[in-house]
């Protein structure tokens, strides 16, 4: 007898038991195409060399100690990493208005935006495109968020995005509603938003007193350009629109273990910031108190730096083209 009788066997996360069928199957050549980690031409993990650079910098600095960052994390990495989202000369900066989180990669992002929302701002519906990364429904569910709801995105038949369904899911939810939008990259359809298609969200956004929370995970990979990646954010951004967005370094850094993460809000004044500030204190505080400094410490030092800063881009760069290569070599062998 243990008091642990009563729990029950949870099922297994679908992505991770793929993930275990692709490393015991002896086919000679198989495809690995579940956990979205980037693989060189060797088809081995990459460890980007930039990274490598910088962390042997580190491992040589005396001055770089093991104390505790601050509760709402390293600022020279929040404020660079608000800058890269939505640009350096953005005027929600100038103005005072924008603010960064550090967080447990994107997934903690997405949770700490999605536990504000809920405990202070009391929103409790959320609308998740169909389909999604399967973490967003559970994330939000755990925040305290009651309502899950989908918008349709991907159309079968057209093989499409589905503009118009997607519009008209969005007129259809409730004022405060949150809606989660995938800044770029969409996953898993690799679909995104017009520019045009992307005013017409913000339109209806804007019309029914929605809320944006976009996931970015996927900055540089989609176009191979950072600026280009964070179009659809800025855009919001400039039309006015408050909304927060949870960044992540996983992909864009390769840093997928460390969990490097921002959580970026824009306000429509300076006037909350403290106040939203503060209570994003405590809801880490209670979570998990501060967050770790080492991966943090490496994006700092890059996106800070702007010889650096070039460097890694020449690595997104590589990374990115090598991806749309492989897709493209692949739906040609699907193909033939
Ligand atoms: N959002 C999306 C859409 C993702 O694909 C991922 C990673 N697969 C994440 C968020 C979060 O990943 P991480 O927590 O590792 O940053």
Request: hydrophobic letters at 40%; a neutral charge.
């Amino acid at each position: 007898m243990s008091r642990y009788d009563v729990v029950e066997q949870g099922p297994p996360i679908e992505v991770f038991q793929m993930n275990n069928l692709f490393l015991n199957d002896s086919h000679q050549n198989k495809v690995n195409l579940t956990i979205g980690a980037y693989r060189d031409e060797n088809a081995k993990p990459w460890v980007l060399p930039i990274v490598r650079k910088v962390e042997k910098q580190m491992a040589e600095d005396s001055t770089l100690l093991h104390e505790y960052l601050p509760v709402l994390g390293l600022e020279a990495f929040t404020n660079a990493s608000v800058a890269m989202l939505l640009g350096q000369d953005n005027p929600a900066i100038a103005e005072g208005r924008a603010f960064g989180v550090q967080t447990l990669s994107g997934t903690g992002g997405l949770r700490i935006g999605a536990e504000f929302l809920n405990k202070q701002l009391h929103y409790t519906t959320f609308y998740y495109s169909n389909p999604t990364w399967e973490n967003h429904h559970l994330i939000f569910m755990n925040s305290g968020f009651t309502t899950p709801r989908q918008y349709r995105y991907w159309d079968a038949k057209s093989r499409s995005l589905d503009i118009e369904g997607f519009l008209e899911d969005l007129r259809n939810a409730p004022e405060n509603a949150v809606i989660i939008l995938h800044a770029c990259a969409h996953n898993p359809t690799g679909i995104d938003p017009t520019r045009e298609q992307w005013e017409r969200i913000a339109d209806v956004v804007q019309e029914r007193k929605l809320f944006p929370f976009f996931d970015s995970a996927y900055q540089g990979f989609a176009s191979g350009d950072l600026d280009r990646d964070a179009w659809a954010v800025r855009r919001f951004v400039e039309r006015g629109i408050e909304l927060v967005c949870a960044q992540s370094y996983a992909k864009n850094f390769g840093l997928y273990n460390e969990r490097v993460g921002n959580l970026t809000f824009v306000l429509a004044s300076s006037k909350q910031v403290a106040p939203v500030k503060s209570q994003l204190t405590w809801i880490v505080r209670g979570m998990y108190s501060n967050p770790p400094a080492h991966g943090a410490r490496v994006v700092a030092t890059v996106l800070n730096n702007p010889a650096l800063f070039d460097e890694w881009r020449s690595n997104i760069q590589m990374m990115s083209t090598r991806v749309i290569q492989m897709r493209e070599a692949l739906r040609a062998e699907l193909i033939k």
